[in-house]
Structure formats: structure tokens, C-alpha cells
């Protein structure tokens, strides 16, 4: 060992030897930095594969990736969180500042700063439900934004043409719908556009379906519903894309989710709320024979009003008819009545219907001698027209050229040369034929 260590002393006091090591010694391992934090990683991921961890939300910040950055920590620790975009999407709340979790994930290190932190794959609030959390959280939100304004709800229409039903072919709330319309009104026409009502994409299965069933021409009103289940099986309505779609439909929505203690967000954007999709069926539409009792009894009381007004006008004529002012009137309507019985026989001697008829065969024979007469003037017109041309032709000057005669102009075409005195040896000429021109000079003059 002397030759690692400098002993205290020159002479052992124990005056016992020690012994020579035996074997060569152990060699040493010297890792770098990222091969120490890789091995420091296996082993934490290995050892804390799943764990459950109880703490106080911080710093939380969603990134542009997609995936939740976070601090979980108590009194006197902290630990960085991640949760990828792939297990976010599952949750039902939004995680805040503030919020305390129970987060399930496993340790693991992230490499590039040797920082140990939880892979999140699950995440819960403490003490209060994920899915009650996110049913508060949506539900204050929309509040804020009006969609729960009872001035906004729009009343049924009393007798609709179209119903308009979206929930699931297999479940019991369509057979109730169908059971209660065929026997409070058998005549109503049913449009189901049928769409899952739970599980993963439930929810934006029925935002579409509404959105698709509201584009039916003369659909009324629609109904949204299934049957009852637990909160996990009604949670599709509880999602926003199911109240955005409700709050923008142009016709009036009935939500009838569940049994009448489950209240969904459905329930609250919607125009009504029925308890459960019978009593949904039995709003939309009221019994036939009520409606038809209901008009009898409005045709009875039409029938009394018109009867008591006429007899009310019937008593003002006879007392009208009884002063002074208006005696004997009834015997100048009578004479007047006569004078337009006349008028009316000597409108009808005159056979006006005879005497049109004749006005009109006298139209038609003029229009026809007229047209003849146009056209015999147009002819004369024509054949007089091609005299003239003729004579203008046989006088024009072109007529002449035709004929082997010549025009002879000066140098510049301005007047044409009748005498050859003008003109000199040598001098340029233009000679017009029938076809054509040319130019020549003089050579000799005669």
C-alpha cells in the first residue's frame, strides 16, 4: 500500500506486516457524460415503469407540437412533467396552474439537460371527477359565450311536416320515438339520420349528423337524444362540437339524453329539454285528435262571432231605416234597380259582341288589301330603280372605257388632256383604261 498511500509513520507500530495484495487490481470504468445519463435512464424507466404521483399543477404550457409541458409540486419538491399529444387527446378536463393531480406515467430522463420527469399517460384531478371537471369547465365557458340565453330558445312549431331524428339505430330511444309518433300522429313524416351515441368519435358523429339533417327540405324541428347510461356513456353529448352544432342549427333542437336526472350540455344549449327521447316524441307533435277537437271548437266560436255580429247589423239596419232622413229608401233602390235592369237590355240590344266581330273581318280585309298594295308599289318602285340605273350606266364614263376609249391625265391626275398642244417632248402622261392605268412619256406630238 506504500506505494499508494504516505504512510504517518516510518514504522508500524503494530509491528505486523501487511500482507501483499493478491491478483492484478480491479480496472476502472470512466463513462462519459451521455453514456452515464443513458444508463442513469434505463435504470429509472426500468425501476419506475408505472408509478402514481400526487401534486400541484405548474408552469402548464400546451406547445405548438401538440404535446403539454408541466411542473408537478408540493411543499418542498418539484418534478417536470410531459405529456405527448397521443395520450392529451384522451383528456376530458383542461389542466391549469393551480390544479391538484394524480398523474400516472413513468420516470424517465430527458438526455440533453440530465433532468429526471414523469411521462405522463394519464392524468386526473384529485377529488373531483376528469369527466364532472371537464362538464364544469365546458359549461362555464359557453355560459359566457350566451349559448345557454333563454332568449335565444325558439318555441316548436305546432304542427310540424318534418321530424328530424339523430340518434342510434340500435338503441331503445328510437323505437320509443317511433312507438309514441305512430300513435299520437300517424301521419307524421320521420327523417333518422342515424350516428353512434357513445364511445370514441361519438361525438363528432352526431355534430355532423345534425349539421346534415337540418339541410332536409320542410325538417321542423329535430330531435337529439339516446337512452340512459352512466355519465361515460353519455359523454358525447357533453363534448363541444355536439353544442356548437346545436347552438348554429336553423330550426329548432329538443335534447332528450338519458333519464330525467341526467343533464348534459346538450340539454342546455338546446331549444327544450325533454326528460327522456318518449317525452321528447310527445312535445313535438300533439295528438291528432286534440288539434282536430281544437279547431272544431275555434270553428264553433267563428261560427257564434260571425252569427251575433250579424245580427247586431241587422238591428242597426232597422233602426237606421226607421228615421226620418232615410225613409223611402228603399223604394229609390228599387227604382234604381229598375233603371239598371234598362240600361242593361239596351246594352244587350246593341249585340256589341256582333259588332266587333264585323270591325274585326273589315280590319282584316284592309290589312290585306294594304299589304298588297305595298307590295305592288314596291315592285313599281324596283322596276324603276333598275330604268334609271340602267341609263346612269349607259351614261357613265366607265360605260365608255368599256367600249376601247381611253382618258389621258397630266403628270399629277389633277385635269385630263384634250389638246396635245399642252403638252411638250419628253413629258409624263397617265392614260386611264377600262382596266387599269399606266403611265407613258411623250415622244413625238401631232
Not at 308599289?377 to 366607265?398: E, K, Y
Request: with cysteine.
Amino acid at each position: 500500500m506504500s506505494d499508494l498511500f504516505d504512510l504517518p509513520f516510518e514504522d508500524d507500530p503494530g509491528g505486523v506486516e501487511e500482507p501483499e495484495p493478491k491478483g492484478p487490481l480491479p480496472t476502472r470504468r470512466v463513462f462519459t457524460v451521455t453514456e452515464l445519463t443513458v444508463r442513469v435512464r434505463d435504470l429509472l424507466e426500468e425501476r419506475f415503469f408505472e408509478v402514481w404521483v400526487e401534486g400541484e399543477l405548474s408552469g402548464v404550457r400546451l406547445w405548438n407540437t401538440g404535446h403539454l409541458y408541466f411542473t408537478l409540486k408540493d411543499s418542498s419538491s418539484l418534478l417536470k412533467g410531459l405529456m405527448f399529444r397521443s395520450a392529451l387527446r384522451y383528456l376530458k378536463f383542461k389542466p391549469a396552474d393551480g390544479m391538484r393531480v394524480v398523474a400516472r406515467g413513468k420516470i424517465s430522463v430527458y438526455e440533453p439537460k440530465g433532468e429526471y420527469q414523469i411521462v405522463c399517460e394519464h392524468l386526473e384531478p384529485q377529488g373531483l371527477g376528469a369527466l364532472q371537471l371537464a362538464f364544469e369547465q365546458l359549461k362555464k365557458r359557453l355560459q359566457a359565450e350566451g349559448l345557454f340565453d333563454v332568449a335565444k330558445k325558439r318555441p316548436l312549431p305546432a304542427l310540424p311536416r318534418k321530424i328530424g331524428v339523430v340518434t342510434s339505430l340500435d338503441g331503445a330511444a328510437i323505437r320509443d320515438i317511433l312507438k309514441v309518433l305512430r300513435r299520437r300522429y300517424k301521419n307524421v313524416h320521420v327523417v333518422i339520420r342515424p350516428t353512434k351515441v357513445q364511445g370514441d368519435g361519438a361525438a363528432a358523429e352526431i355534430a355532423h349528423g345534425i349539421r346534415q339533417i337540418v339541410t332536409v327540405p320542410h325538417v321542423d324541428v329535430v330531435i337529439v337524444g339516446r337512452g340512459g347510461g352512466s355519465m361515460e356513456d353519455l359523454w358525447a353529448f357533453n363534448e363541444e362540437p355536439v353544442a356548437r352544432a346545436i347552438s348554429i342549427s336553423p330550426i329548432p333542437v329538443i335534447s332528450a339524453v338519458g333519464h330525467e336526472s341526467d343533464v348534459t350540455i346538450a340539454d342546455l344549449v338546446a331549444d327544450l329539454r325533454a326528460p327522456t327521447p318518449s317525452a321528447a316524441a310527445e312535445l313535438v307533435v300533439a295528438r291528432k285528435d286534440d288539434f282536430s277537437h281544437r279547431i272544431n271548437r275555434l270553428h264553433e266560436r267563428l261560427v257564434s262571432c260571425a252569427y251575433a255580429r250579424v245580427q247586431r247589423l241587422s238591428r242597426r239596419v232597422h233602426e237606421l231605416s226607421g228615421r226620418r232622413a232615410l225613409a223611402g229608401y228603399t223604394t229609390r233602390v228599387a227604382m234604381t234597380q229598375r233603371r239598371v235592369d234598362e240600361l242593361t237590355r239596351r246594352l244587350e240590344a246593341c249585340e256589341l259582341g256582333r259588332r266587333l266581330a264585323k270591325n274585326r273581318t273589315a280590319l282584316v280585309a284592309m290589312d290585306a288589301k294594304l299589304h298588297r298594295l305595298v307590295a305592288a308599289r314596291a315592285q313599281r318602285s324596283g322596276a324603276r330603280l333598275s330604268a334609271m340605273a340602267g341609263r346612269l350606266d349607259t351614261l357613265s364614263p366607265l360605260a365608255v372605257l368599256a367600249r376601247g376609249y381611253a382618258v389621258c391625265w397630266n403628270e399629277d391626275r389633277t385635269r385630263a388632256i384634250r389638246d396635245a398642244a399642252v403638252l411638250s417632248r419628253g413629258d409624263t402622261v397617265h392614260v386611264t383604261l377600262s382596266r387599269g392605268s399606266i403611265a407613258a412619256k411623250v415622244s413625238d406630238i401631232e
